[in-house]
Each structure stands twice: as C-alpha cells, then as structure tokens.
C-alpha cells in the first residue's frame, strides 16, 4: 500500500551514539516533515522539507540534522544522542503547503539510555 | 503565531453517549482546521478537516466538526460512541500561508467506559 513508511519502530540508543531514522513515502509528494511527539505535549516540529535539495528547521531542530536528496527520502539524523531525545519520531508527507493531505508513518520509538 | 488548545487532557464517557471534544485555535487568517486520531502505538489518522465552505464538516467513524469563527473553535462531536473510539485526539492548525507546518493542540486522551 502506498504511504509513509518509517524504520526502525523501535530503539534503544546509549547516551552520545549516533542514528538515522528512515522515512520514505510513494506518493511523490514535494512537503515532508519529521515530528517528535512527548507525552502531554502533542507534536512538535523538528524538521521540514519543502522538495528534495530544500530543508529548513522546525520549532524544536536542536541535535538533529536532515537531508533530502531525494522526493521519496527524508531521513532525520541523531549526532550525539541524549536522554532529552527519548521520543516518538512521526514522518509525514504532504502533496501541497496547507497540510491539507498529510500522511504520517507509524512512528519510531526511540529511547536514549 | 498560530497556536492550538485542547482544554480536556481526559475525558471518559459511556459507551452509546454522545462526544464533544473541545479545541480552540489562534490565528489571524483563515486556518485550515483538522481532527487526527491516535491508537495506541499507532500514527495519526486524519478524521476530518476543514478549509473552506460549509463550516459543518463530516469525517470517518461517525464524527462531525463543526467550525466557529466568532468562537474560535473546531469541536469535535460524535452521537454514539463505540467502545473503539478509544483513543487519543488531536486537533491541529495550519494555513496557505504559514502552511509548510501543522500546528498541533497537546491531545485528548478519550476513554470509554462498557
């Protein structure tokens, strides 16, 4: 089926380890995003990418990197990884700016211990 | 800025009884307004929004919302609820012009009791 698919759906990761959360999507849409849902907090934006080349940050960029080199893949990067980004990460993708066709993946858990 | 509020962190209700779940927004223009559902280590499934139009909006499972400018509000409302409505719901904001992001309330966590 077509959509936004996310990996890994779960991780543990050790206090200064890096990773890279994959997110792909088949509908060629141009706008897709990574979100960081905390509990009692809903979803914060961290990154966003209006078409492949083209990245800007969210409300909330601070130890995470993007690229999209190309329309299907917008991977988030994690440097140096902290208890802080303990999170659900959520992809979604878009076919125009107003967010009115927003698909999200299924999340990534990711705990930093 | 634009900026989203659901003022009920909980709410449980019988299961066959009717649903309100509130959200207000804060925008200057004329936002696009929308309803997602979450299950349980689930993403987010859009249940309905709104853009333009009639200010009544239906969506899937049943649910309905209906847009106030002069209150600034987009609640959310179903007749009968099913015990698989159980789940957390959350309202979110965006626009033409500011619309590279949805802006999204903090949730409501919706319990239903047999």
């Known amino acids: 089926n077509a959509g936004v698919t996310q990996t890994p759906k779960f991780r543990i990761l050790k206090i200064g380890q890096s990773m890279t959360l994959q997110c792909a999507q088949d509908?060629?849409?141009?706008?897709m995003y990574w979100y960081r849902q905390d509990p009692g907090m809903g979803l914060k934006l961290i990154y966003y990418?209006?078409?492949?080349?083209?990245?800007d940050k969210g409300e909330v960029p601070n130890g995470y990197n993007v690229s999209r080199s190309t329309t299907e893949d917008f991977p988030l990067r994690l440097e140096l990884a902290a208890p802080s980004q303990t999170s659900v990460y959520f992809c979604?993708?878009?076919?125009?700016?107003?967010?009115?066709?927003?698909?999200f993946g299924s999340g990534t858990r990711l705990t930093v211990v | 800025a634009q900026s989203v509020t659901q003022p009920d962190i909980h709410i449980t209700v019988s299961e066959g009884a009717s649903l309100e779940l509130r959200c207000n927004y804060s925008y200057g223009a004329t936002p696009y307004l929308f309803w997602y559902v979450q299950s349980p280590g689930q993403g987010l499934q859009l249940l309905l929004k709104y853009f333009s139009g009639d200010t009544l909006v239906q969506g899937i499972k049943g649910f309905e919302a209906e847009f106030k400018r002069s209150q600034s509000s987009f609640n959310l409302r179903k007749p009968s609820v099913h015990w698989s409505d159980a789940a957390e719901y959350f309202c979110?904001?965006?626009?033409?012009?500011?619309?590279?992001?949805?802006?999204f309330g903090t949730g409501t966590r919706l319990a239903v009791r047999p």
């Open positions: 990418s209006v078409g492949a080349g083209i990245t």
């Open positions: 509908m060629n849409h141009n706008y």
């Open positions: 979110a904001v965006g626009s033409k012009s500011s619309g590279d992001k949805l802006t």
């Open positions: 979604a993708s878009s076919y125009d700016r107003s967010g009115l066709g927003y698909t």
